[in-house]
Nanobody, 121 residues
Framework: QVQLVESGGGLVQAGDSLRLSCAAS????????MGWFRQAPGKEREFVAG?????DSTYSVQSRFTISRDNGKNTVYLQMNSLKVEDTAVYYC?????????????????WGQGTQVTVSS
């Protein structure tokens, strides 16, 4: 069992940056692939970025976001730059034994409760 807790969300203006963190506990962190997803009101949860145990990463939001992980701290991060109003959503981190190209939320085993990111114009 893995517990995930996100932090770092908030209200920012368009063009600002935020760094989200996701702290894992309860099980060995390093073997899991980690993903960041987001869900805006009235929309389905969508894949944002993923990273495997060795640090290889993949993105749906190119250039502006960077995912990273610190296996020693059991933490995964999402650095978000040049934020846009359309980035407003609840951001979730997830863990699972999935491949780097997995973007389907249903294939991840563990989820955090989410952190709200609101970008104003």
């Amino acid at each position: 069992q893995v517990q995930l807790v996100e932090s770092g969300g908030g209200l920012v203006q368009a063009g600002d940056s935020l760094r989200l963190s996701c702290a894992a506990s309860g099980h060995t962190f390093s073997p899991y692939a980690m993903g960041w997803f987001r869900q805006a009101p009235g929309k389905e949860r969508e894949f944002v970025a993923g990273i495997n145990w060795s640090g290889d990463s993949t993105y749906s939001v190119q250039s502006r976001f960077t995912i990273s992980r610190d296996n020693g701290k059991n933490t995964v991060y999402l650095q978000m730059n040049s934020l846009k109003v359309e980035d407003t959503a609840v951001y979730y981190c997830a863990a699972g034994f999935v491949s780097l190209t997995t973007t389907m939320a249903t294939l991840y085993d563990y989820w955090g409760q989410g952190t709200q990111v609101t970008v104003s114009s």
